[in-house]
């Protein structure tokens, strides 16, 4: 009972440590100060120059359509190299194939963005492809780093799931495509949506991959950001977080609602 008021305590200090400082960039985004971190005053100017702002909303667009490609594609090839490692057993290469596949987990961006940048470049000299490092060449990286995310978690699950249950199904007469798609494909949707949303996380979130791969045709969000805090921040910024935080709160509300709600049609009346 005594270390109860202290946990709590270690709590309430955790918490507010990660969450003062989002929850004071946001208040300032209601400033009239032309200073990012002064109060001017309540106003909402800021939010109609992020309206306006042509740079910021294309930067914004571009890490969106980058982040749903690289994480599908993550999800992808995540998933068939976790497929590979739980259920083919042991196999000449394994090993090296393993320690490949979770390489990007241990190794610093800046030596994945250059390792990348290095491949495009060779890449283009013998092929001619890519003619100019943009919005591909960043999708291809951020799947390359979201698959080995994908991977360690559809292993996990399907280290979980027993194969006699897949074997069962064949036994009845499912084809095994059929066995696979109505049998274990839905056991691993759990997994295959966690690790699309962590790919999606860390492609939105990712400057210094990007900066090695990307070009003048694609500068997404992070990127513009960091450019901006070299020459200057406007209160602009501010806004643009509380635009993140609110979307992603709603998301996040939507995604409890429906989970109550299938958690309430699943219960006996």
């Known amino acids: 009972m005594k270390r109860l008021p202290m946990a709590a305590l270690g709590l309430v200090l955790g918490l507010l440590f990660l969450w003062l400082p989002v929850l004071l960039l946001a208040a300032y985004a209601f400033s009239d100060a032309r200073i990012p971190f002064q109060w001017g005053g309540f106003s909402l100017r800021w939010f ?6 042509a740079r910021l909303i294309e930067a914004a667009w571009l890490s969106l359509r980058v982040a749903c490609g690289a994480a599908t594609l993550a999800v992808l090839l995540g998933g068939a190299v976790g497929w590979v490692l739980a259920r083919h057993g ?10 490949l596949a979770g390489t990007p987990l241990v190794l610093p961006d800046v030596v994945t963005g250059l390792s990348l940048l290095l491949f495009f470049v060779m890449l283009e000299s013998l092929t001619g492809w890519p003619a100019e490092r943009g919005a591909t060449t960043i999708l291809l990286a951020h799947a390359t780093i979201g698959a080995a995310y994908v991977a360690v978690l559809v292993q996990a699950r399907l ?3 027993a194969p006699e249950l897949e074997d069962a199904a064949r036994d009845l007469g499912a084809a095994p495509p059929v066995a696979f798609a109505t049998v274990t494909l839905p056991l691993l949707a759990p997994s295959l949506v966690a690790g699309w949303l962590l790919a999606f996380t860390l492609s939105v979130d990712d400057v ?3 900066s090695f791969v990307s070009g003048p045709a694609g500068t997404t969000l992070p990127m513009v950001v960091f450019s901006m805090l070299r020459l200057g921040l406007t ?8 635009v993140v935080l609110s979307a992603a709160g709603s998301l996040l509300a939507l995604a409890m609602l ?12």
């Open 208 to 210: 210094v991959v990007a």
């Open 48 to 53: 109609a120059a992020l309206a306006g702002n």
């Open 235 to 242: 209160p602009e910024v501010n806004a643009l977080a509380v």
């Open 258 to 269: 429906a989970l109550r709600l299938s958690q309430s049609r699943g219960r006996p009346p």
């Open 159 to 161: 280290s979980e799931l």
């Open 90 to 99: 042991p196999f000449r290469g394994r090993a090296l194939f393993g320690a």
